[in-house]
């Protein structure tokens, strides 16, 4: 079992930056996928990026440029550095910890973007 934490979330201006932090604990194995996605009310959760355990990182087109997943392996924790901050961005971001057979979810962490 993987435990998954965020934290991080909060209020920011437009323009202003956030970083959000996913810790993973528990039984982890030494190859795993961390994810970073977001979700408003009445919308699907989205993928905003992915990271793996050799530090690959991918972005979604419209994101890359604002945000940045940096992995501490150090302490299991994955960053999400979030620059340029638009209202649009405003949603509950979620870590995922995906392994071989399992898909592990956090609990969220709210991003509120708003003057």
């Known amino acids: 079992q993987v435990q998954v934490v965020e934290s991080g979330g909060g209020l920011a201006q437009p323009g202003g930056s956030l970083r959000l932090s996913c810790a993973a604990s528990?039984?982890?194995?030494?190859?795993?996928?961390t994810g970073w996605y977001r979700q408003v009310p009445g919308k699907d959760r989205e993928l905003v990026t992915t990271?793996?355990?050799?530090?690959?990182?991918s972005y979604t087109d419209t994101l890359t440029g604002r945000f940045t997943i940096a992995r501490d392996s150090t302490n299991n924790t994955v960053y999400l550095f979030m620059n340029n901050l638009k209202p649009e961005d405003t949603a509950v971001y979620y870590c995922?910890?995906?392994?071989?057979?399992?898909?592990?979810w956090g609990p969220g962490t709210q991003v509120t973007v708003s003057s």
């Open positions: 528990g039984n982890i194995p030494r190859d795993f996928l």
């Open positions: 990271i793996t355990t050799k530090h690959q990182a």
């Open positions: 995922n910890v995906r392994t071989e057979t399992q898909s592990y």
